[in-house]
Each structure stands twice: as structure tokens, then as C-alpha cells.
């Protein structure tokens, strides 16, 4: 850094005092993770149980500082000193532990503080980790301070901070050349998480995102940054525990049905039961309204559905087995209905008058639904503002593999559905499952997109899942009654919401 572009970076970076502490906080946390691998270059000393503990430190504030409820924007402040005409700029915890530092005179550098040994770091300051000054990430913190302060004063410093919240989603390095820091980091956190058993999974996606400018669920983060202090006290396994509650917890809220999920320990299976009927003659005629509809449709063979149509068998297996759901119901009848709206629109069934009178009697029939059952309106609006992702062809195979063991753990309603909606879901556009073995699902409308398919399955898959880890002692109950061992059980499972997450 020549003389000219130190004066010039000094200027920018003297900016910071302008502004808010939230702006503040966001561009030093930005100059923090760009800088993390420097934690595992000076910690060779440290096993990786340690290292693990002592990257949380500079992952924690970050991560906070990005986030926005109230409860956040008090855990960090970003300090300076001296009041008048900052030369020193810190990331700290509340009660003054430091965090980093950025010193722009008589000279700039900036120095990361993690506990590389035993001391505290208060008390021992030349053992936080220096970056150096010709670092091209502090070039990158004055070209972002200058981005979110320009024509930015006392008066409208909410301009400022609206502008550090773009820039959480913006590219850690703006494009420029990072020197290798973000391969870097990324290999340590790999490190990391391979040799602590998946503890850094979260940390890799929000790191990831970070780097490339699209963060992960702002949600997802906000209720991991609002761990409470005690959790992280217990370092990262305590952590990863409890990231992997919030996650599942996030599934069942996006992926909700009116029903319970239970163990039933006479069988050692999982099964579900609906809520509570209301208007159970309503029910009643909505079915038989379709019902009627479906067999002008079959009478003649030119409105293109026929008995082994898939839509034909979901709506008599509604109307025989589960009269008594109105979450499945209306969940069979929005799906057929979409079916079928996309088969006339493509022209791959015709606009007979049979056909639309059938859409038009699912449509209404949901819509009574929904009408009549609150929790079913809010569940299909839940849905509805969110876009669920495809299913990758990996993912149809776990599904697929996975399909076996939970035919054998579960019962009644729920291991139906398993294996009708996997058997579809895992199905390619010529109606035959991916995967090593054969389901017997009938030709697949590849049209459908396998919307309430895969909530069902995967509130499922995050119930189960959120049961054995509450009562991790039934596994082995299911362990007794199944071909599957119980680490098989958990892994597949795991796996399972692990999928459903990424979905959701």
C-alpha cells in the first residue's frame, strides 16, 4: 500500500465514526470474516476440538451483527476511541470483551482477538492475531465504508444503515481478488466440520452465502444468533445441537399439517392423527360433490383420465380412507385440481366440459375447506409464500433408499403415504422411480410438481425426527421391532430432514 492509497483508505476508514453503530457493527463484522482463516494460521497449537471453539468466537458476532431483531442489535456494540477524533474502531461484546480492532493512526492495522491459549485476551492484548496492513481486506473495508457513508451526515444516518443491509447481501469480496482468505476459510471450516461430525454445517451455507451474496434464510439466522449465551458457553457441539432443533422446528412451522405425529408404543411405529372435524356434513358433500364429478369425467375416454390415472386413484383413495381429514382432503384436492389446470393448459388433457367441472368442484371443495378449518387457510398460506425447491436427482435417490425403513418404522395412515407420495415424488417424467429397485407406482402426469407431496412427506420426516430427539430411547424400541439398527434409523432420518430443510 503506497502513501497515496494509505491517505486515501485512512479517509475512508475515519468515515466510520460517522456513522451508527448497526453500520459500524455490519462493516467490521465484514472485515472480520474476511479474515477468519488467520484464526486457524495462528492456532497450530490448538487441536481441532479447540480450534472449533475458538472460530465460534469470530463466527457468533458476525452472524449477530447481520441479524436484526431487537434482542440481537443489543448482544454487539461497535465502540471507538477516543470520543472526539476516533483513531481506534472496535467490535465488542456488550459487557467490553473485544472482539476486533481497526487502528487507522499513526498507521493502520487491525487485530483479531481470540483466545489462543489459556489468558484472557483483556488482560493479555498482544495475543490477538494481527492482520497485516497491507491486507487487501482492509482496502475492501474502506471501499465498503465509503460505499454506505456517501453523502451520508448526522441528520440521515438511517440511509447509511439501510445500505449495510444491502451489503449483508452483497459479495464478501466485491469481486476482488481475496489473496486466497475465502479458500482459505472454507477449507478450515471443512476441516472442522469433518472432524467434529457435521458440527460446522450450518457455518459452511452461512458462510457460503456470505461469499457469494446470498445469504441463508434470514430466519434460520436470526433464531441461531438468538441462542442463548449459556449454549455457546458449552462450545460448538452444544451449538450444533442446538442449530439442529431450530432447523427441524423450522421445517415442521413451513411444512405444517393439521395433524399429530405419534409414537404408539403397543407397535413401536409412528402413525398420525387428524385434528378435529368441523362441519363433518360439509366434509361429507364436498367428497361426494367430486366424486360425482369424477365419474362424468370417466364415462367417456376422451376427457384422457381413466381408472389408473394417477388424479383418479388419489381422489377415491380421499374419498374412502380419509373422509374423516379435512387436511387430507384438502390437500388431495388442491393437488388434483393443479393437476389438472397444467395437463388443459399444455393441452395434455382437453377442455372437455367434464374436465373443467371437475377443477371447478376440487377448487370450490378446497376452498369450503379452508373456510371452514382455520388452521387449514393458515397452513395453505404458510405454503404459499414460500417457494419450495425441486427435488435434485441425489436427493430422489435418498429419498428412494431411505423408503424401505420408513415403510417399516411407521403404520396405518403415514406408512400409506410414505410409500405413494416417495413412490411419485422419486418417479422420472417416464413414471418410473429413481433409484435401484422398482415401487409400482403408476405413469406419473410429469406436469405435477409434487407440491403437498413433499409437505406431507417431510412434516412427516420432521416430526419423527423431533420425537426421537426429545425421546432418543425409542429408537431403540423400533430398533427390536424392525431389520434396521438404530444408528441406521437416525442416520436415515437425518438425512431425510436434511433434505426437507433445503427444500424449505
Not at 409400482?440 to 407431496?453: F, I, K, M, Q, T
Given at each position: 500500500?503506497?502513501?497515496?492509497?494509505?491517505?486515501?483508505?485512512?479517509?475512508?476508514?475515519?468515515?466510520?465514526?460517522?456513522?451508527?453503530?448497526?453500520?459500524?457493527?455490519?462493516?467490521?463484522?465484514?472485515?472480520?470474516?474476511?479474515?477468519?482463516?488467520?484464526?486457524?494460521?495462528?492456532?497450530?497449537?490448538?487441536?481441532?476440538?479447540?480450534?472449533?471453539?475458538?472460530?465460534?468466537?469470530?463466527?457468533?458476532?458476525?452472524?449477530?451483527?447481520?441479524?436484526?431483531?431487537?434482542?440481537?442489535?443489543?448482544?454487539?456494540?461497535?465502540?471507538?476511541?477516543?470520543?472526539?477524533?476516533?483513531?481506534?474502531?472496535?467490535?465488542?461484546?456488550?459487557?467490553?470483551?473485544r472482539i476486533l480492532s481497526v487502528t487507522i493512526a499513526?498507521?493502520?492495522?487491525?487485530?483479531?482477538?481470540?483466545?489462543?491459549?489459556?489468558?484472557?485476551?483483556?488482560?493479555?492484548?498482544?495475543?490477538?492475531?494481527?492482520?497485516?496492513?497491507?491486507?487487501k481486506s482492509i482496502e475492501v473495508l474502506a471501499q465498503e465504508t465509503r460505499k454506505v457513508g456517501r453523502n451520508v451526515n448526522l441528520s440521515n444516518k438511517e440511509v447509511a444503515d439501510q445500505r449495510s443491509y444491502e451489503l449483508t447481501r452483497t459479495p464478501l469480496w466485491q469481486g476482488l481478488n481475496d489473496s486466497g482468505q475465502l479458500h482459505d476459510t472454507l477449507n478450515q471450516l471443512s476441516t472442522i466440520n469433518e472432524a467434529t461430525d457435521g458440527s460446522f454445517e450450518f457455518w459452511i451455507k452461512w458462510y457460503q452465502g456470505l461469499?457469494?451474496?446470498?445469504?441463508?434464510?434470514?430466519?434460520?439466522?436470526?433464531?441461531?444468533?438468538?441462542?442463548?449465551?449459556?449454549?455457546?458457553?458449552?462450545?460448538?457441539?452444544?451449538?450444533?445441537?442446538?442449530?439442529?432443533?431450530?432447523?427441524?422446528?423450522?421445517?415442521?412451522?413451513?411444512?405444517?399439517m393439521a395433524e399429530t405425529v405419534?409414537?404408539?408404543?403397543?407397535?413401536?411405529?409412528?402413525?398420525?392423527?387428524?385434528?378435529?372435524?368441523?362441519?363433518?356434513?360439509?366434509?361429507?358433500?364436498?367428497?361426494?360433490?367430486?366424486?360425482?364429478?369424477?365419474?362424468?369425467?370417466?364415462?367417456?375416454?376422451?376427457?384422457?383420465?381413466?381408472?389408473?390415472?394417477?388424479?383418479?386413484?388419489?381422489l377415491h383413495r380421499t374419498s374412502t380412507k380419509y373422509g374423516n381429514d379435512p387436511q387430507r382432503v384438502e390437500m388431495d384436492f388442491t393437488s388434483?385440481?393443479?393437476?389438472?389446470?397444467?395437463?388443459?393448459?399444455?393441452?395434455?388433457?382437453?377442455?372437455?366440459?367434464?374436465?373443467?367441472?371437475?377443477?371447478?368442484?376440487?377448487?370450490?371443495?378446497?376452498?369450503?375447506?379452508?373456510?371452514?378449518?382455520?388452521?387449514?387457510?393458515?397452513?395453505r398460506r404458510i405454503l404459499e409464500a414460500q417457494k419450495i425447491a425441486e427435488l435434485s436427482d441425489k436427493q430422489k435417490a435418498e429419498l428412494a433408499e431411505a423408503l424401505p425403513i420408513l415403510e417399516e418404522i411407521s403404520e396405518g395412515i403415514v406408512q400409506d403415504d410414505f410409500i405413494e407420495d416417495i413412490s411419485f415424488l422419486t418417479a422420472d417424467s417416464d413414471g418410473l422411480p429413481?433409484?435401484?429397485?422398482?415401487?409400482?407406482?403408476?405413469?406419473?402426469?410429469?406436469?405435477?410438481?409434487?407440491?403437498?407431496?413433499?409437505?406431507?412427506?417431510?412434516a412427516r420426516i420432521a416430526q419423527i425426527a423431533i420425537i426421537l430427539r426429545k425421546f432418543p430411547n425409542l429408537v431403540h424400541k423400533i430398533d427390536g421391532s424392525t431389520t434396521y439398527k438404530a444408528a441406521r434409523i437416525l442416520t436415515t432420518i437425518g438425512a431425510l430432514a436434511t433434505i426437507g430443510i433445503a427444500l424449505f
Open positions: 500500500m503506497n502513501e497515496l492509497e494509505s491517505t486515501e483508505v485512512q479517509s475512508a476508514l475515519r468515515q466510520l465514526g460517522w456513522l451508527s453503530s448497526y453500520t459500524r457493527k455490519v462493516l467490521l463484522a465484514r472485515h472480520l470474516v474476511r479474515n477468519l482463516s488467520l484464526i486457524g494460521q495462528n492456532a497450530v497449537h490448538s487441536d481441532i476440538e479447540e480450534l472449533a471453539d475458538i472460530y465460534l468466537l469470530g463466527l457468533r458476532p458476525a452472524l449477530q451483527s447481520f441479524a436484526g431483531s431487537e434482542y440481537i442489535a443489543n448482544s454487539y456494540s461497535a465502540p471507538y476511541e477516543p470520543v472526539d477524533r476516533p483513531r481506534h474502531y472496535y467490535l465488542s461484546k456488550k459487557r467490553g470483551e499513526p498507521r493502520i492495522e487491525s487485530r483479531l482477538y481470540f483466545p489462543l491459549d489459556d489468558h484472557e485476551l483483556d488482560d493479555h492484548p498482544s495475543q490477538g492475531i494481527k492482520v497485516q496492513d497491507r491486507s461469499a457469494t451474496g446470498v445469504p441463508v434464510d434470514s430466519v434460520l439466522q436470526e433464531r441461531v444468533a438468538s441462542i442463548p449465551d449459556r449454549v455457546w458457553f458449552w462450545g460448538h457441539k452444544a451449538v450444533a445441537h442446538e442449530i439442529s432443533v431450530i432447523e427441524l422446528d423450522l421445517l415442521a412451522q413451513r411444512a405444517p405419534r409414537f404408539n408404543e403397543s407397535t413401536n411405529k409412528f402413525g398420525a392423527t387428524p385434528r378435529i372435524i368441523e362441519s363433518p356434513k360439509l366434509l361429507s358433500a364436498t367428497i361426494s360433490q367430486v366424486q360425482d364429478a369424477l365419474e362424468d369425467v370417466l364415462v367417456d375416454v376422451s376427457n384422457g383420465l381413466n381408472e389408473r390415472s394417477r388424479e383418479t386413484r388419489v388434483v385440481h393443479a393437476g389438472l389446470v397444467r395437463q388443459i393448459a399444455v393441452e395434455d388433457l382437453p377442455p372437455s366440459e367434464a374436465n373443467l367441472a371437475l377443477a371447478r368442484a376440487l377448487e370450490e371443495g378446497a376452498q369450503a375447506l379452508r373456510a371452514t378449518h382455520q388452521e387449514i387457510a393458515d397452513n429413481v433409484g435401484a429397485f422398482t415401487l409400482g407406482v403408476a405413469s406419473r402426469n410429469p406436469v405435477l410438481a409434487g407440491y403437498d407431496e413433499k409437505r406431507r412427506t417431510f
